[in-house]
């Protein structure tokens, strides 16, 4: 019986340590591979699964203590991607080992093992190792890889995940090639694993805190990785900071990939790239190219520990992976790189998730993955930027050291380990005493975002919330959505600026302001890390069109977008957003 595209591996058979040789014939765009492979079984098995796509396995076998086991018969299933072999008789419960070996060819497109350009390199995520390494290729199963490398002709220059251990010419009839074995990884998801190989140059390493950093590239781009090499240089022990946990994988190649599918993949110790979001010239490069390679740069290191050393359990978690590598890119390059103010480019894609996220159409942040090839097809500028822009508001609500101290807790509770969306709200939750978990859950899952409208009269301030729908003539069907809002509310009077912070929770909370004196302005999203809009009425948008330059670049822009967005949709008139744009003619 097939076993159907949604299926999922059994979790009482589990990978250990994968010990795999791959010979590739980078002519013949051909491979052979053999492994041991490995396993620890929580029940006894007659049958095991494993992900193979157009590989053919010529050997096959399981050593248990005291014997070895024939395989009786191998069934492949080309919906579920897999291989099933059952074995001559049951396999105790304990400690096996899988003795395979198999061929394969390289892939025609730019996934598996492909040729690009002068180099064959890999690209396993979502689901791809399978096409090289039968395996157990979902990202739950993390385990131990040893990869050596055979056949390879004597001038290529060969990359893995781990450092280089060995590299011995071969004798004999093979002589002229080489065989070169690389250092163990900890524990790792098999879409993590990469090899690249060809005719490729390096730029001198650079060594910081032990770890040695090179990029890579076509040789007649060698002359373009400096700028490479300086911002991993930069960035890498600022993320060793912030997640409290040393880098993990040994060393760090950057590699330039001519043909490559994604803008860059996050491979431990070994990341890929699309040419141009790699290798640049700052003497001719315009700044924004500078900030967009620095950010993807940034966002791939960050991938090391929030992705690599703590992974998801599944890929409906996906979205917080790269949600929560875009936002922490822009913080590490604004520490970096402060006169950039990459916080500034941050709110452009925000306000193009708000722009997306307003319309009848949108879907929430998270959504239900079936199968690994779901994994990629749902994700946009709602879960990137609204993904990162969530974050950034819980972080700005909570604070900065709470935040980290809950990122660095969920490091230290989960490293080398699989964790879920609500294990990192419940270690925020921890080490803030905030009900971080029902906070987050009702915007990751919960399509579109709220209006704030904020009402002000006689020392008390009154803020309601509904759905936000840029056409004008949408409205909610059935019960209106709530959302958990976490305001920071700035306001300035005669003795100066203020701030309070709370969590509106019902559709409608009036308070106090306590201000002591007459209030100038009031901003009901300090720091413009909301993701909401808000609408003011014309006196008090106009107090604060009279007080622009009190706010910061980011709030000012978060401002015209709201109103700009407000008037489109009907919700304000032009006479506001008119007097708003006429205190911004110096900007």
């Given at each position: 019986?097939?076993?159907?595209?949604?299926f999922?591996l059994?979790?009482?058979?589990?990978?250990?340590?994968?010990?795999?040789h791959l010979?590739?014939?980078?002519?013949?765009?051909?491979f052979?591979g053999?492994?041991?492979?490995?396993l620890?079984l929580?029940?006894?098995?007659?049958?095991?699964v494993?992900?193979a796509?157009?590989?053919?396995?010529?050997?096959?076998?399981?050593?248990?203590?005291?014997k070895?086991?024939?395989?009786?018969?191998?069934?492949v299933d080309?919906?579920?991607?897999t291989i099933?072999?059952?074995f001559?008789?049951?396999?105790?419960?304990?400690?096996a080992?899988?003795?395979?070996a198999?061929?394969?060819?390289?892939?025609?497109?730019?996934?598996?093992?492909?040729r690009?350009?002068?180099?064959?390199?890999?690209?396993?995520?979502?689901?791809?190792?399978r096409?090289?390494?039968?395996c157990?290729?979902?990202?739950?199963?993390?385990?131990?890889?040893?990869?050596?490398?055979l056949?390879?002709?004597?001038d290529?220059?060969?990359?893995?995940?781990g450092?280089?251990e060995r590299?011995?010419?071969?004798?004999?009839a093979?002589?002229?090639?080489?065989?070169i074995?690389?250092?163990?990884?900890?524990?790792?998801?098999?879409?993590?694993?990469?090899?690249?190989?060809?005719?490729?140059?390096?730029?001198?390493?650079?060594?910081?805190?032990d770890?040695p950093?090179?990029?890579?590239?076509?040789p007649q781009?060698?002359?373009?990785?400096?700028?490479?090499q300086?911002?991993a240089a930069?960035?890498?022990p600022?993320?060793?900071?912030?997640?409290?946990?040393?880098?993990?994988?040994?060393?760090?190649?950057?590699i330039?990939?001519?043909d490559?599918?994604?803008?860059?993949?996050e491979?431990?110790?070994?990341?890929?790239?699309?040419?141009?979001a790699l290798?640049?010239?700052?003497?001719?490069?315009?700044?924004a190219?500078?900030?967009?390679?620095?950010?993807?740069?940034t966002h791939?290191?960050?991938h090391q520990?929030?992705?690599?050393?703590?992974?998801m359990v599944?890929?409906?978690d996906?979205?917080?992976?790269?949600a929560?590598?875009?936002?922490?890119?822009?913080?590490?390059?604004?520490?970096w790189?402060?006169?950039?103010?990459?916080w500034?480019?941050?709110?452009?894609?925000?306000?193009?998730?708000?722009?997306?996220d307003?319309?009848v159409?949108s879907h929430?942040?998270r959504?239900?993955?079936?199968n690994?090839?779901?994994a990629?097809?749902?994700?946009d500028?709602?879960?990137y930027?609204?993904?990162?822009?969530?974050?950034r508001m819980?972080?700005?609500?909570?604070?900065?050291v709470?935040?980290r101290?809950?990122?660095?807790?969920?490091?230290?509770r989960?490293?080398e380990?699989?964790?879920?969306?609500?294990?990192?709200?419940?270690?925020?939750?921890?080490?803030?005493?905030q009900?971080?978990?029902?906070?987050?859950?009702?915007?990751i899952?919960?399509t579109?975002?709220?209006?704030i409208?904020?009402?002000?009269?006689?020392g008390?301030?009154?803020?309601s919330?509904?759905r936000?729908?840029?056409?004008p003539t949408?409205?909610?069907?059935?019960?209106?959505?709530?959302?958990?809002?976490?305001?920071?509310?700035r306001f300035a009077?005669?003795?100066?600026?203020?701030?309070?912070?709370?969590?509106?929770?019902?559709?409608?909370?009036?308070?106090?302001l306590?201000s002591?004196g007459?209030?100038?302005?009031?901003d009901?999203?300090?720091?413009a890390?909301?993701?909401?809009?808000?609408?003011?009425?014309?006196?008090?948008?106009?107090?604060?069109?009279?007080?622009?330059?009190q706010?910061e670049p980011?709030?000012?822009m978060?401002?015209?977008?709201?109103q700009?967005?407000?008037?489109?949709a009907?919700?304000?008139?032009?006479?506001?957003?008119f007097?708003l744009?006429?205190?911004?003619?110096?900007e």
């Open positions: 019986m097939p076993l159907g595209k949604n999922r059994p979790l009482d058979v589990r990978p250990t340590r994968y010990d795999a010979a590739p014939d980078l002519k013949a765009g051909s052979e053999r492994m041991e492979l490995a620890d929580g029940a006894a098995k007659k049958e095991i494993l992900h796509i157009d590989l053919n396995l010529e050997r096959s076998r399981a050593r248990v203590p005291g070895a086991i024939r395989v009786e018969k191998s069934t080309a919906e579920s991607e099933t072999l059952t001559a008789e049951e396999l105790p419960k304990g400690q080992v899988l003795d395979l198999w061929t394969g060819k390289f892939s025609p497109g730019l996934r598996g093992l492909y690009a350009g002068p180099t064959a390199v890999t690209q396993f995520e979502a689901a791809d190792a096409r090289v390494f039968p157990f290729d979902e990202p739950a199963f993390k385990a131990r890889w040893k990869i050596t490398l056949q390879i002709p004597k290529a220059v060969v990359i893995s995940n450092k280089i590299d011995e010419p071969v004798s004999g093979q002589a002229g090639e080489r065989q074995a690389f250092a163990e990884t900890p524990l790792l998801s098999s879409y993590l694993i990469a090899m690249c190989m060809g005719d490729l140059a390096g730029s001198d390493a650079v060594t910081v805190r770890i950093i090179r990029t890579w590239s076509v781009k060698k002359h373009l990785t400096a700028f490479a300086e911002c930069a960035v890498l600022l993320l060793e900071d912030y997640f409290g946990q040393p880098y993990a994988y040994g060393k760090l190649d950057q330039g990939v001519p490559f599918e994604a803008g860059a993949m491979n431990a110790g070994c990341i890929t790239f699309r040419e141009v290798l640049l010239d700052p003497k001719t490069a315009p700044l190219v500078q900030k967009r390679v620095a950010e993807v740069i791939e290191l960050a520990w929030f992705g690599n050393l703590v992974t599944w890929w409906d996906l979205w917080l992976n790269e929560f590598a875009t936002w922490m890119a822009y913080k590490i390059v604004d520490a790189k402060a006169d950039w103010r990459v500034m480019d941050f709110e452009v894609g925000k306000g193009a998730a708000l722009h997306l307003a319309l159409s929430p942040i959504a239900e993955i079936k690994a090839q779901e990629g097809e749902a994700f500028a709602i879960t930027e609204k993904g990162g822009a969530i974050l819980i972080e700005g609500w909570l604070g900065e709470a935040f101290d809950g990122i660095r807790l969920y490091m230290k989960h490293k380990k699989n964790a879920t969306a609500d294990d990192l709200w419940a270690a925020l939750a921890e080490s803030s005493g009900p971080i978990l029902e906070l987050a859950n009702g915007w899952r919960t579109g975002y709220p209006l409208t904020v009402r002000e009269h006689n008390e301030v009154t803020f919330q509904q936000f729908f840029s056409d949408a409205r909610e069907q059935g019960v209106a959505t709530r959302w958990l809002v976490p305001i920071v509310l009077n005669r003795h100066g600026m203020h701030e309070r912070r709370f969590l509106l929770a019902d559709g409608e909370h009036t308070f106090p306590d002591n007459a209030i100038d302005f009031i009901a999203n300090a720091g890390r909301g993701f909401y809009r808000v609408s003011y009425d014309d006196v008090w948008l106009g107090r604060l069109a009279e007080n622009l330059a706010l980011v709030e000012r978060s401002l015209v977008s709201d700009w967005a407000l008037l489109r009907g919700k304000a008139e032009v006479r506001g957003f007097k744009v006429e205190g911004l003619k110096n």
